[in-house]
């Protein structure tokens, strides 16, 4: 027994150690080997602070001043999203501030700052009439109201950004004015050569900026969209406002029917459009992607740069960076001439990742060692018999079941949750956070009914129901604190060390601020009671003879069981939104059901699928360990609601 505590406690060090060296080395890179120094910092006002990471060339100083950028991260992303771009300017001799906008990140300004009306446009602006519908009013919860006005703009005029109820877009910037006004006046930047890139949401941001410095000394000289949203010249007050030198990356795949203005798909038919020719302002010549119209030097550049790549990893596509590299270049020339193919911010990314799968891979032997000692041996149960095992027919019914009702839902459910489910708001803040919370709700009262049924038709054949175990249940509740306790303290030292965090890309393992901490608990509840009974459901009720086959190989099929059970109604939902779209039809989601059941959590599932892959292994190692769900439940759902409430939306 010793000998086994001590292989287990070993071999968990010996990961997390691992992935200590793969975060210094990302830190390596992200400083550029020391040439690049690493300053988080806060802007203030009344209603709370923004916080930023800014990336500063040691040799920038106020005597060898140097040009600027801010970058401004979309939806339910933060700053460090913008990792890539900021490298990358930064070893070419630019300060880059990475902002935490409204409502993300380590922020406390709420998302509702920005400001909402009581109508929406339903095409690109400019294109719409009150009467074809395109103009409408709209009523419903704040959040719906805040998400639904994403795409109107502070800057543009009154009939848009105002309402007769008093309402209004008060700052679509989401800080990036106050940002960009604290980048312009530190004493190592060239203010005279700045600009700005954001992606998604943060494209919003970037016109909003541009167009609130429009005109001043500090205007800036260039503007990178990162599947970015036009409009047209009617819905502002040309003059008084100007745009430097647009580039608009586009995605082929974008999930976002307003980034491909309402278009089922991208193609060349997407240049003929009135909104696009007139962007590019290519006059009497055909209209090309990746082709550069007018000139840097009075501002009228344009270009379309064409990726394909999808909505999430624009933000990494090594063609978009380097042609946004070379924008920036020829705008407010970067210091240093580095070749655009000489790209290393990658490589940060797979380190982060590397490291995030080392310390949960770190999980597994801690929790057998856990087990070994005497405080948690009473968790160690015998699987149940397998009398109650399911039979053949019955776990076909089941999973059927199962994953049809969790796909069928998904598009439904989340958005709903996320949108318009009556939830009290200054309780419930996470935006995409009520979205799981309205699928969840409903896959809860499903998994209630379907247990109730099946622990009746068990006692009907004589056959004895597994029992609450109270005791057992809060040892497992103990054991999956520390477990995340233990993973959580490695991510804070990660954080503090290296000024990064357990994710790839995009936010997962946050630190928590204390008002991330506190929704944490407000939302585990509902998190804990699905991840209970869905394990319950699945890893019991739907038990088959593969969870009683010993050794790795009965390990692998009683994993590949469980994760079709979890993961195969999004999986589904997968497939029917992404093979018409890669046919050139246009994404399923909106084919099917609307571009109102597209967006957010369509592009949300290229994250959302490897979680629960992850997961699966995590519950089936568990479950085999343990001989309940308990463990792994609810290991899985404070996993999950960190990731929710970790970084991403408040309102």
Request: net charge neutral; proline share 3%.
């Amino acid at each position: 027994m010793k000998n086994k505590k001590r292989f287990f406690l070993i071999l968990s060090v010996l990961l997390i150690a691992i992935a200590s060296v793969l975060m210094a080395l990302a830190d390596t890179v992200q400083r550029d080997s020391g040439a690049i120094e690493i300053i988080d910092g806060k802007i203030e006002d009344e209603r709370g602070y923004l916080t930023y990471k800014l990336y500063k060339p040691f040799e920038a100083d106020k005597d060898n001043k140097a040009p600027a950028v801010l970058l401004l991260h979309g939806y339910q992303n933060d700053h460090e999203t913008c990792a890539a771009y900021a490298i990358e300017l930064a070893r070419r001799g630019a300060v880059v501030m990475c902002l935490d906008e409204y409502g993300h990140g380590a922020s406390s300004i709420s998302l509702i700052n920005r400001g909402y009306v009581d109508h929406v446009v339903k095409v690109n602006y400019g294109n719409e009439s009150v009467e074809d519908g395109t103009f409408k009013e709209i009523g419903g919860s704040k959040r719906y109201r805040v998400l639904m006005n994403f795409s109107n703009l502070s800057f543009f005029n009154d009939v848009y950004s105002k309402d007769e109820h008093g309402n209004a877009i008060y700052d679509s910037s989401c800080g990036g004015d106050m940002a960009y006004d604290c980048l312009s006046k530190l004493d190592y930047v060239d203010n005279s050569r700045m600009a700005l890139s954001g992606h998604s949401m943060g494209t919003w941001s970037s016109w909003s900026v541009a167009a609130d410095y429009a005109g001043t000394p500090i205007e800036p000289k260039a503007i990178v969209l990162q599947c970015g949203e036009l409009f047209m010249d009617s819905v502002y007050d040309t003059s008084k406002i100007h745009f430097n030198n647009v580039l608009l990356l586009q995605a082929k795949y974008d999930e976002f029917s307003y980034f491909r203005d309402y278009r089922k798909v991208v193609n060349d038919e997407l240049l003929k459009s009135e909104l696009r020719t007139s962007f590019l302002n290519c006059g009497s010549e055909e209209a090309k992607w990746n082709t550069t119209y007018g000139n840097f030097k009075d501002g009228s550049a344009r270009r379309m740069e064409l990726l394909y790549t999808n909505h999430r990893l624009t933000t990494h596509h090594v063609g978009g960076l380097q042609c946004a590299l070379d924008w920036f270049d020829q705008a407010i020339d970067l210091p240093k001439d580095l070749e655009t193919n000489d790209i290393i911010a990658k490589r940060k990314e797979y380190l982060v990742l590397g490291a995030m799968l080392c310390v949960l891979a770190a999980l597994f032997p801690f929790m057998a060692f856990l087990l070994e000692t005497g405080l948690f041996k009473d968790v160690n149960k015998e699987l149940p018999s397998k009398a109650s095992m399911v039979s053949k027919k019955g776990f076909g019914k089941g999973a059927l079941l199962t994953i049809l009702l969790s796909g069928a839902s998904f598009p439904f459910m989340t958005q709903l949750g996320h949108a318009l489910l009556p939830l009290p708001e200054n309780i419930f803040r996470m935006t995409v956070g009520n979205g799981f919370l309205g699928w969840y709700l409903l896959l809860i009262i499903i998994m209630l009914v379907t247990s109730f049924i099946t622990r009746r038709n068990n006692k009907k054949k004589g056959i004895e129901n597994e029992k609450f175990d109270l005791y057992v249940f809060m040892k497992s509740l103990l054991l999956a604190v520390v477990m995340v306790g233990l993973m959580y303290l490695i991510n804070f030292i990660y954080y503090r060390l290296f000024d990064l965090d357990l994710r790839f890309i995009w936010p997962f393992f946050r630190p928590f601020t204390m008002e991330r901490f506190l929704l944490f608990l407000v939302y585990i509840p509902v998190f804990a009671i699905f991840y209970l009974l869905n394990n319950s459901k699945i890893m019991r009720d739907l038990r088959t003879a593969s969870v009683y086959e010993k050794g790795f190989g009965g390990f692998v099929k009683n994993w590949f069981v469980n994760f079709l059970l979890m993961a195969g109604g999004v999986l589904i939902v997968v497939l029917i939104e992404y093979i018409p779209f890669f046919m050139d039809i246009g994404p399923g989601a909106d084919l099917l059901f609307g571009s109102t059941f597209g967006g957010p959590f369509m592009s949300i599932l290229i994250l959302f699928v490897p979680q629960v892959l992850f997961f699966s292994v995590l519950c089936t190692y568990a479950y085999r360990m343990t001989g309940r769900a308990y463990t792994g439940a609810l290991l899985a759902a404070m996993l999950a609601c960190w990731i929710v409430t970790g970084g991403s939306s408040i309102l």
